[in-house]
Each structure stands twice: as C-alpha cells, then as structure tokens.
C-alpha cells in the first residue's frame, strides 16, 4: 500500500523565520516519484516540484529548499526566510505507478 | 492558455439531486483525474482516465460516475446527491513526457454543497 504521512497539520512561524515540513512516505515500488503541491487561501493546487526515488540530491530553489533520504523514506521541504504570502497548506504526494497518493497537508500560516 | 477549467465553481444541492461537474484542459494531455479534498483527509481520487476512451477507479469511486466525452473533457456525475458528497472537487490533468514522469495539473476546484 501506498501511504504520505505529514504530522504537523498546523505550524505557525513569525515571517522572516524558517519552516520545515516533515513528509514520511511508504511503498513497496522501488521506482516511484515525490511531489509537493502548495495550496494557498484562493484555494488553486499548485506544483512545487517532482523528485524521481534514483535522484538523492537535494534541491534549492529560491527560498525553497528539499530534501529526500531515502533510507528514512522522507521527503521534506524548508522555507526560508518565510514571508506571509507562504501562508498556504502544503502537500506532499507519493506516485508509484500512475496515481497520486496525497498526505493530509501541513496548514503553514505566518504571522507578519 | 487556460490550463484546466472547471464549472461550476460553487454549487449547492438538496438530498437526492443530480448534477455534473464539468472538466476541461487545453493542454493537449492524455490522462485526466477527478480528486474531493475534505478537510483533514487531504485529496484523494475519484476517477481517472488514462486516455480517451478509458476511465477506472480510484479509491473513493462510490456514488460518482465519470465520462470522458473527449481528449479534452473528463465529467464527473452525482446520481442521487447524499451530504456525505458535500467536498471541494479539483480536476486535474497530466501527460508524461518520452521516457519521463508525468506532473498532473489542477484546476481551480468546484465547492459543493449537499444539503
């Protein structure tokens, strides 16, 4: 079975400080593929970035930062710098085969 | 390009009622996919189809039933509308590149209401 666990349903961080988003995966497929999406209050999905279970490294991109290990099966995504329109719910979603499997979301709310 | 579309973007209904949901993408992709997102479950899939002519289900497919009309268009039907449907509804559509990884795009969503 295939399964995304976010724990933190709610963090709220004062803007300018960091966050960190825990993201714990579980499948059986030794290929597979990590999403996060971001949904912010308007309510739209929107794609953050795609990792393939071959590519290790972690990635920066602008205040955004990644990073996969996958011997602990987690995913997990930092904000830096955090600003108030960060303030959105975030998923992290795990594809095995041609289905997304979605964790509940982390609800990130910064306070200016 | 507008992406994927969705109408209605709110809807309320009585017990009992039906409606459509529709769905549309302008992005040529193959593959298209009906999610409801409920508070504290995050999404999680209705229906997809993975090209015209084809739809399976996902894992909440009970009380819904989807056509896909064309390459464009991927519909989502209540029969018989019951509260548990009350959710916010997002279409989403995807291609995968030779030899890559598709990333599925969504639409604005459609919040309905079953009273």
């Known amino acids: 079975a295939q399964k995304v666990t976010q724990a933190q349903t709610e963090i709220s961080v004062v803007e300018k400080e960091d966050v960190t988003l825990d993201c714990v995966y579980e499948t059986r497929d030794t290929t597979y593929y990590l999403f996060w999406y971001k949904q912010p209050p308007s309510g739209e999905l929107v794609f953050l970035i795609r990792r393939n279970s071959f590519d290790e490294q972690n990635e920066i991109s602008g205040r955004y930062s990644w990073n996969f290990q996958k011997s602990t099966s987690s995913f997990n995504f930092t904000i830096t710098a955090s600003q108030v329109v960060d303030s959105a719910v975030y998923f992290c979603a795990l594809r095995p085969l041609n289905r997304l499997a979605f964790g509940k979301g982390n609800q990130v709310v910064v306070i200016p | 390009n507008a992406g994927v579309t969705q109408t209605p973007k709110f809807q309320v209904l009585k017990t009992g009622q039906s409606m459509t949901l529709q769905c549309a993408q302008d992005?040529?992709?193959?593959?298209m996919y009906w999610y409801r997102q409920d508070p504290g479950m995050g999404l999680r899939l209705i229906y997809y189809s993975a090209s015209e002519g084809t739809t399976d289900k996902g894992e909440v497919p009970n009380g819904y039933n989807v056509s896909r009309l064309n390459k464009r268009e991927f519909s989502l039907r209540l029969e018989s509308a019951a509260p548990s449907q009350t959710s916010v509804y997002f279409c989403a559509s995807s291609e995968a590149p030779p030899g890559g990884v598709d990333t599925q795009y969504f639409g604005p969503g459609t919040r309905l209401t079953v009273l």
């Open positions: 992005m040529n992709h193959n593959s």
